[in-house]
Each structure stands twice: as structure tokens, then as C-alpha cells.
């Protein structure tokens, strides 16, 4: 069997998906849209870099290097050939046409940090819903508890108070009702002794108050 076609048509196939062009994304975005496209990561060399949105670069957040989506759009980035899915959130842009995921991110997919994998995007979320981040962690129970450090009329002063904040795994939770509150919270706790616990130890100088939840 003579394989030179063959491999001539491999080398074709992905020098065109390589070189095609941008992925073309709808607008306005919504939820359930969904593309197919390669994936693939960058790593520590880029950590503490401003990425495209201002924010500073960290290989251990699900977050993601994405063409044509509002800058903190939240995507379900899913293996085709696999049945691993990651929720990460828009933060840069890619230099080439692939959606690239931060080292953790493509964990969750893959653990060979080699290569690339064919993608399977679709939105989940749009920016301000930075809860949906919590999916990419192991079920847990439906009920739990939060710490919850303050309320935000807007997406910015939220983010703010986070940088400020200085504790990880901080979240922005959004309530839409008469109108879009943005409450950033910390931690998902399986019974209120352990966030108050929490609260005592890690939110000295803030006003904060445990919040039971029920999703």
C-alpha cells in the first residue's frame, strides 16, 4: 500500500485547519452557541503577562485564549474523542486559530500536555458568570455554604474587589433580578461550622456574612 497520499493528505488537512481563517463567532453571543475548532494551552513562560483583557496571566486559573467572544464569556470546552469538559473564562487571544487553555484547564481534558485535541466550544455563560467556574470541580453536594465579602451594582467594581482581596478561589456570583447584582463569594462549604471557621481565620477586616445555598 503505497502511504504517501495518505500522509500528504494528513499534512494538508492540518496545515489548512492551521492556516484557515478566524473562527467566525455570531453576535451578539448567546448561550448554546456553539464551534468546533483545535485546542490547545500556553504555559508558565507567559505567567504574570497582562493578557488581551489587562489581567495578569495565571497557569492555575480556567481561563482561555479565544477569538470573537466578549472578554469574560464562560465556554464548555469539551474533547470530541473524549468525554472530559472544562468551563473556562475568556480572558485573551489566541495567536493562532485555536482556542488555548491555561496548563489546569487542559488537565481537565488531557493528561498529556502535548499536542492539541479536537474541541467541541460552546457558551455556557456570559461575562459576569463567573460561578459556572465551580463545575469544573467534582459534584458535590447541592446544598452548601459561602462566605459572602460584598454586592456590586457592576461587573468592574466587583473584579476590583477581588484584586484587592487578595484570596484565592473568589468568585463573582450574579443575581439577576429587578436588576444585575454581582456578589463575590468565597469557598463551598458542607456545613456552616466549616465557613464560619473559614470567616474567622481568613476574613479579618471584612464585613463578611455566611451564606446557606441550595442549588
Known amino acids: ?21 478566524r473562527l467566525h463567532v455570531r453576535h451578539p453571543v ?25 489581567e495578569p496571566y495565571d497557569p492555575q486559573q480556567f481561563t482561555c485564549a479565544a477569538d470573537g467572544f466578549p472578554f469574560g464569556t464562560m465556554l464548555e470546552v469539551s474533547d470530541i474523542d473524549g468525554e472530559a469538559t472544562v468551563v473556562v473564562r475568556v480572558t485573551d487571544r489566541p495567536g ?3 482556542v488555548d487553555l491555561t496548563p489546569k484547564a487542559f488537565m481537565m481534558l488531557s493528561k498529556e500536555q502535548a499536542g492539541r485535541l479536537r474541541g467541541k466550544i460552546t457558551v455556557v455563560g456570559l461575562p459576569g458568570e463567573n460561578s459556572l467556574l465551580r463545575r469544573n470541580v467534582a459534584e458535590g453536594p447541592e446544598h452548601f455554604f459561602t462566605v459572602q465579602f460584598g454586592a456590586y451594582s457592576t461587573l468592574e467594581k466587583a473584579r476590583a474587589f477581588i484584586d484587592s482581596l ?5 468568585y463573582i456570583y450574579l443575581e439577576q433580578g429587578d436588576r444585575a447584582i454581582y456578589r463575590v463569594r ?19 477586616g471584612h464585613e463578611t456574612v455566611v451564606v446557606e445555598v441550595s442549588e
Do not use: H
Open 30 to 54: 448567546a448561550p448554546g452557541d456553539t464551534y468546533y475548532t483545535w485546542v490547545t494551552w500556553y504555559g508558565d513562560e507567559f505567567k504574570g503577562k497582562a493578557t488581551a483583557s489587562g
Open 166 to 170: 487578595g484570596i484565592a478561589g473568589a
Open 186 to 204: 468565597v469557598g463551598r462549604f458542607a456545613d456552616r461550622d466549616s465557613a464560619e471557621k473559614f470567616k474567622a481565620e481568613q476574613a479579618k
Open 1 to 21: 500500500m503505497n502511504r504517501v497520499p495518505v500522509i500528504l493528505s494528513f499534512i494538508l488537512c492540518m496545515t489548512s485547519i492551521a492556516c484557515g481563517p
Open 96 to 98: 493562532k486559530n485555536v
